[in-house]
């Protein structure tokens, strides 16, 4: 199995500030990686896939990218509904597999 | 408006059975890929199973593996789980989704259904 090792699990930053969340596969995934927001109480909500391409309607200072198998989330300028938590999660070969998630509170 | 419905979670006892149902709406239901996904309480997402558009491809993740079948009705865009020999660490929110054409990203979610095995 395709293991995801995504980091920092847990990250305080301020409204307006850059954050940077990475997912590290165990072995090349071809940029098949999705980046997805949760809520607490609420179902995840997706937000890119192919590594970097922007579903459509999701703000643009979220991006995507990559370099080798560090997947990278960015968001450019917090907003203050950003605060929840982030997962990857690889659709390169089945079984499918989620980072552990990296909790984004509001410092 | 695209959505999805799940129904079916509850309290079952270890050993027991569950089916549970995710009502699609406001797309081409028969077109897509569906999938299920796992989340235990406090803890991170988990695949569990997917099934093609036509549902003649089914796939599962080890840990569910002979013990949950996936199926889909096209006729009436209804996705399902029947899980069997539930175990206690079965018990969580399951979530349908939604998989996206030219990729296995999962690009709509319902709002969950519970699941919970204990004695």
């Known amino acids: 199995d395709i293991q995801m090792t995504q980091s920092p699990s847990s990250l305080s930053a301020s409204v307006g500030d850059r954050v940077t969340i990475t997912c590290r596969a165990s072995?090349?995934?071809?940029?098949?990686l999705a980046w997805y927001q949760q809520k607490p109480g609420k179902a995840p909500k997706f937000l890119l896939y192919?590594?970097?391409s922007l579903k459509s309607g999701v703000p643009s200072r979220f991006s995507g990218s990559v370099s080798g198998t560090d997947y990278t989330l960015t968001i450019s300028s917090l907003q203050p509904e950003d605060f929840a938590t982030f997962y990857c999660?690889?659709?390169?070969?089945?079984?499918?597999?989620f980072g552990q998630g990296t909790k984004l509170e509001i410092k | 408006e695209v959505q999805l419905l799940e129904s079916g979670g509850g309290l079952v006892q270890p050993g027991g059975s569950l089916r549970l149902s995710c009502a699609a709406s406001?797309?081409?239901?028969?077109?897509?890929?569906m999938t299920w996904v796992r989340q235990a309480p406090g803890k991170g997402l988990e695949w569990v199973s997917e099934i093609n558009s036509s549902g003649g491809s089914t796939y599962y993740a080890d840990s569910v593996k002979g013990r949950f079948t996936i199926s889909r009705d096209n006729s009436k865009n209804t996705l399902y789980l029947q899980m069997n020999s539930l175990r206690a660490e079965d018990t969580a929110l399951y979530y349908c989704?939604?998989?996206?054409?030219?990729?296995?990203?999962?690009?709509?979610w319902g709002q969950g259904t519970m699941v919970t095995v204990s004695s």
């Open positions: 989704a939604k998989v996206l054409h030219g990729g296995d990203a999962f690009d709509i």
């Open positions: 406001g797309f081409s239901f028969s077109t897509y890929a």
């Open positions: 072995q090349g995934i071809s940029n098949s």
């Open positions: 192919g590594a970097s």
């Open positions: 999660q690889q659709y390169y070969s089945m079984p499918y597999t």
